[in-house]
């Protein structure tokens, strides 16, 4: 019995293990692939396009009303201290430090690193990337480098945009709902803002940028069978993808804090 | 004429776990020669097709192009080996994000490095040649029917007059007219480039019209090979059975019995 938990646990581990020493040999070849040319531009701009400019309204929305959430929870939290003027700064700092990045990589797991796997998987099943091999095309220049680059470029102008939305959101929430004086609100807002403050941000956000399009290459690219193959690599690229985020994202804070 | 092969396999073995897929495979195909592999589902046609493409890497043995050893090139060298070859796969795998002629000039624009323009004349001249007018150019691959998708493929497989056409199961799939349609223009572009060609197939009216010779491939293995010709006088007992469609004989199937 003792012995079976024990093998159960060994195989478990070793299966995680080689999942990860694949992804690391993937990660490995994509980067070498990001850095040598030829570099596909064309496709590059339009994974730029896809990638950032059509997640606007998703990362607007979610940016929106998180900062007018933030602003209501904030206020009764610190109306019971006499504290309503950390609002505003708590609002600010909470967004570009942390909701933002954190939601905005989210929501791009949701709608781009499952959009990412269900072509790749698509075109794997179909021998699409078969074809790209006969055409004297390697798919890692052509499918997995400009999404990479993409994802590592896009979603830190995304984040900013939501930054601002967010920081909009609240603003309207306090001083539209919660009596807030327009011109203090807007002070305390940027009083006690670092530069850094939304640096980190930003940076948390290109790593997960990074993170959602490799895991959506990466189980697209390694999808088997027909449709429902293509359907688990798409599950697995959104769990993966949201899972590596949160994991990620303690360990940037603990890195950006120092 | 040159003595040396344009494809040679020697020995190729290749397995997925326990499983022998290719055993000692031996073949050869000398330069403007049409061979066709014939053989039952699960022989391994499509699995040598892959070795001499790339796409898998024998456990054993060598392959040749031009009697030069390509079983362990680089991706570099295999990419160059490639731009002299054309593939026509089983559904087309034509890519689906791009238009009918952006398929068709795919290589001449990726591999072969011409710019849009020439490569879009070049690519109506060679939908022209398979029978499709230039008014289909700008359709989507989704919008064709898969007579007309396979038609497509063909016009890729030979937009950059390859020396090499690999064709997987060209006949699968159509009625019988459209199958006659495919193989007269096999037939007539691979004649009118000089090109050696490979084809793998099943459908023996199909082999007929379009080999010089054939090999029957058996459990991984050419169990015999002659000209296209005497497929029906050789009285090779494999032969037989498979081109009678016979249940009794010395190819068994995997099946169970009831």
């Known amino acids: 019995m003792e012995h079976n938990f024990l093998a159960t646990i060994g195989r478990v581990f070793l299966s995680f293990m080689a999942a990860v020493g694949r992804i690391a040999i993937f990660t490995a070849h994509s980067l070498r692939h990001c850095i040598v040319p030829p570099y596909y531009l064309r496709l590059l701009g339009k994974q730029m396009m896809d990638i950032g400019y059509y997640s606007l309204p998703v990362v607007g929305m979610t940016a929106l ?194 | 004429m040159s003595d040396v092969p344009k494809i040679e396999l020697r020995n190729v073995c290749k397995a997925f776990g326990k499983k022998v897929i290719l055993d000692n495979l031996n073949l050869s195909i000398m330069a403007g020669e049409s061979l066709v592999v014939i053989g039952g589902s699960g022989t391994g046609k499509s699995v040598m097709l892959k070795c001499i493409l790339g796409l898998l890497k024998p456990e054993s043995g060598q392959i040749l192009i031009d009697g030069e050893d390509i079983t362990n090139a680089n991706t570099h060298k295999r990419e160059q080996i490639l731009r002299k070859t054309g593939m026509l796969f089983q559904y087309a795998a034509l890519f689906d994000s791009l238009t009918v002629w952006e398929n068709v000039a795919f290589g001449l624009i990726q591999a072969h490095g011409m710019n849009r323009k020439d490569a879009k004349d070049i690519a109506i001249q060679k939908l022209a040649l398979v029978g499709l007018g230039p008014d289909l150019a700008e359709k989507h691959s989704a919008e064709l029917s898969i007579g007309m998708q396979k038609r497509v493929g063909l016009a890729r497989a030979i937009a950059a007059d390859p020396e090499i056409i690999f064709f997987d199961e060209p006949t699968t799939g159509l009625d019988p007219i459209m199958g006659d349609v495919i193989d007269n223009l096999i037939r007539d572009c691979t004649q009118d480039l000089g090109a050696t060609t490979l084809t793998i197939s099943h459908d023996m009216e199909s082999a007929q019209k379009i080999a010089d010779r054939i ?44």
């Open chain 1, 65 to 258: 009303f998180t900062g007018m959430v933030l602003a209501l929870q904030i206020y009764v939290g610190s109306s019971r201290f006499n504290a309503e003027s950390a609002v505003a700064t708590i609002v600010v700092i909470g967004l570009t430090r942390e909701l933002a990045p954190v939601l905005s990589g989210l929501m791009i797991a949701g709608r781009v690193g499952a959009a990412i796997a269900a072509e790749i998987g698509t075109m794997r099943v179909t021998e699409q990337i078969d074809a790209l091999v006969t055409l004297s095309t390697n798919p890692f220049k052509y499918l997995v480098a400009p999404r990479l680059i993409a994802g590592l470029v896009t979603l830190p102008f995304l984040v900013l945009v939501g930054d601002i939305i967010g920081v909009s959101g609240g603003f309207l929430v306090a001083t539209e709902k919660l009596g807030f004086n327009a011109s203090n609100y807007l002070n305390n807002t940027f009083e006690f803002l670092e530069i850094r403050d939304v640096v980190s941000g930003l940076i948390k956000a290109s790593v997960f940028g990074f993170i959602v399009t490799l895991m959506g290459c990466y189980h697209g690219f390694n999808s088997t069978g027909g449709a429902q193959g293509v359907g688990k690599a798409t599950t697995n690229a959104v769990v993966s993808s949201f899972v590596m985020i949160l994991i990620s994202d303690y360990f940037l804070t603990v890195l950006l804090i120092d």
């Open chain 2, 215 to 258: 090999a029957l491939l058996y459990k991984g293995s050419v169990v015999w090979a002659g000209l296209a010709s005497e497929i029906h006088t050789c009285g090779d007992p494999y032969v037989e059975q498979f081109v009678h469609g016979d249940v009794d004989g010395p190819i068994k199937l995997d099946i169970l019995k009831p």
